[in-house]
């Protein structure tokens, strides 16, 4: 068995890597779960006039728990699903998992779409209906 060495160059080749080659198809997907996800907790968030979602986490300590633990149910299922198809990549291709770069892969492809996305829909939303008349 050879040793395991923390290559940082190898890394990044594989984590570039996955966007070619079999299941590429998860880079533009997964994201797009996780906006249609983070679309409709944000149009919530506006109805219940909730403050922005980032702003909220950032702010207000009371609620954070509370916050997280409902982005997690939301988000939850497209990030394990990302982390699977990662490792399902990752013994196809590299023949080899790295665990690591599947949670970085699935942070990157589920998570972090929906933390950017979630704040200015509610945002926007919450806007649109200040402007409609009645």
Do not use: C
């Amino acid at each position: 068995m050879e040793p395991v060495t923390w290559d940082i160059a190898n890394h990044v080749e594989h984590l570039l890597g996955r966007f070619h080659g079999p299941l590429s198809f998860r880079i533009i997907i997964q994201p797009l779960v996780a906006i249609v996800l983070a679309i409709r907790a944000g149009l919530k968030d506006a109805r219940a006039g909730r403050p922005a979602f980032g702003w909220a986490l950032v702010t207000d300590s009371a609620h954070r728990s509370q916050l997280l633990r409902e982005s997690w149910n939301d988000v939850a299922m497209v990030f394990i699903a990302a982390v699977i198809i990662d490792l399902i990549y990752e013994i196809i291709v590299l023949r080899r998992i790295y665990l690591g770069q599947s949670l970085i892969v699935a942070t990157t492809l589920a998570l972090v779409p929906y933390m950017v996305i979630r704040g200015p829909v509610n945002r926007i939303a919450r806007l649109w209906r200040r402007r409609r008349p009645g």
